[in-house]
């Protein structure tokens, strides 16, 4: 069978951005993703180490092959772009998606904070995003990028994050890191390949 990969491109006055996905990235193989990302004018709030490790951790839980380069004008324009280079090249690598397992769901949990995420590679692209952070700049990139994600993959995504407990610490650094975490295991997980006919009463997952 072809390897499943992707890749996107995207170049404008404001950004340069370099993704690419290998959905069959061999067995037991569990390769660092190439992820450098550098942006001008840094907004307040916004750290652009933060969203490589958001990236970093979709691609090391889902054993995806492949990474991301990309450089902007600031951390507001290259962050708007992220999501739709990835889900693009996500979307590029799927194919038609004969065989896969189609739907997944994941709790994680790291010191008190909770995410669930769930997916189905459905061709109906939406994103319903509980992200129970305090509002900051962090928080809404994040659910800038997961929703393009979402709309460029045309995938269905539920994301929600929750501190539970008297000794739960509410960074939004480990929710950050959580979230890509549990959505590369639904990834990993609804990709999977387990027969041959596509997983729906249609006959398409378009």
Not at 35 to 41: C, K, Q, V
Not at 185 to 199: N, W
């Amino acid at each position: 069978m072809a390897q499943r990969r992707g890749k996107s491109e995207r170049k404008t006055e404001e950004v340069e951005i370099k993704v690419q996905t290998n959905l069959d990235e061999p067995r037991g193989r569990r390769r660092k993703a190439e992820i450098t990302l550098s942006a001008g004018w840094q907004e307040p709030g916004i750290e652009v180490r933060l969203i490589e490790h958001f990236f970093a951790q979709v691609y090391r839980f889902s054993n995806f092959g492949g990474g991301m380069v990309g450089k902007g004008d600031s951390t507001h324009h290259l962050t708007e772009d992220l999501g739709i280079c990835w889900g693009q090249a996500f979307k590029e690598a799927l194919g038609d998606k004969a065989g896969i397992m189609r739907t997944a769901s994941h709790i994680m949990p790291m010191q008190g904070t909770v995410v669930t995420v769930s997916v189905d590679l459905s061709g109906r692209p939406w994103a319903n995003l509980a992200l129970n952070m305090a509002t900051t700049p962090m928080r809404e990139m994040l659910r800038h990028i997961l929703t393009d994600m979402a709309i460029h993959s045309a995938f269905d995504l539920f994301v929600k994050v929750e501190y539970l407990g008297d000794n739960a610490i509410q960074d939004e650094h480990h929710a950050i890191e959580t979230v890509g975490k549990a959505l590369g295991k639904v990834l990993k997980e609804a990709t999977r390949i387990e027969g041959t006919e596509i997983l729906s009463t249609k006959g398409t997952l378009e």
